[in-house]
């Protein structure tokens, strides 16, 4: 059975920072590209942040500067840098899991507000 569980979102005032985390289970982790979305109220679920087996990485134009994502393979984690945040960063951050499929965890809400 596959899980990915994130944790580490919250609330954090305009320019602090916050890490997030995805623990994942029942996948061959360093076979996987991983990566974050986010969703706002309202609006689609976009692609934040990817890291790539051999540790490539790619994100969005919001992100670029400011996010860095990174992996553990011997944890079977991934994680979210994020700086500088912004009260538009504020959604519902995703995890998932891409090889054969996508896998999804179920989300932590991160909200920037003063």
């Known amino acids: 059975q596959v899980q990915l569980v994130e944790s580490g979102g919250g609330l954090v005032q305009p320019g602090g920072s916050l890490r997030l985390s995805c623990a994942a289970s029942?996948?061959?982790?360093?076979?996987?590209?991983m990566a974050w979305y986010r969703q706002a109220p309202g609006k689609q679920r976009d692609l934040v942040a990817h890291i790539r087996p051999g540790s490539d990485t790619g994100y969005a134009d919001s992100a670029k500067g400011r996010f860095t994502i990174s992996r553990d393979n011997d944890k079977n984690t991934v994680y979210l840098q994020m700086n500088s945040l912004k009260p538009e960063d504020t959604a519902v951050y995703y995890c998932?899991?891409?090889?054969?499929?996508?896998?999804w965890g179920q989300g932590t809400q991160v909200t920037v507000s003063p």
């Open positions: 998932a899991a891409e090889h054969d499929q996508i896998y």
């Open positions: 029942g996948i061959f982790f360093r076979d996987f590209t």
